[in-house]
C-alpha cells in the first residue's frame, strides 16, 4: 500500500482467498472431494498472489499482464464454484455466500485493465 492508501482488489482478494482456502478444507475433510477442491484452492489464492505481484511491476504493460491472468484466475474460480455448487458438493447457502464475492474480484480486475489499457494508449 504506496502513500498509506488502501488498496481495495487487494484486500478484498486477500480476504477472498482466506475464504477458499477454508472452502477448501471443507471440501477435503467433509465432502472428501480432492480434485475441485485443489483446483478451487489453486485458482481461488492465485487471484490475489498476482495482484500481489501487480503492485511491484516492471512496467504499466507488465501490470496489464499480471491483472489481466488475476482476471483469468478469477473467471476459472468461478467456473469451480458454480461447478461445486451444481454438482452438489456446495451447498446453496455457501453459493450464494461466496459467489457475489468472486463476481466482484471479477468485475473490479476488468475496471482495472480497461482503464490501465486506456491509460497506456493515451501516453
Known sequence: ?????????QE????????????SKFLQKEKKEFVLSKQVLR???AVGALIKEA?????????INKMSIALKEANETDYWIELLYQSND????AYHSIHPE???LIKLLVSIVKSSKVNINQN
Open 1 to 9: 500500500m504506496e502513500n498509506g492508501k488502501k488498496n481495495i482488489v
Open 12 to 23: 478484498k482478494s486477500f480476504a477472498f482467498a482466506l475464504r477458499i482456502i477454508k472452502l
Open 43 to 45: 485458482s481461488g489464492t
Open 55 to 63: 503492485e511491484h511491476a516492471q512496467s504499466k504493460a507488465d501490470f
Open 90 to 93: 456446495l451447498s446453496k447457502e
Open 102 to 104: 468472486i463476481q466482484e
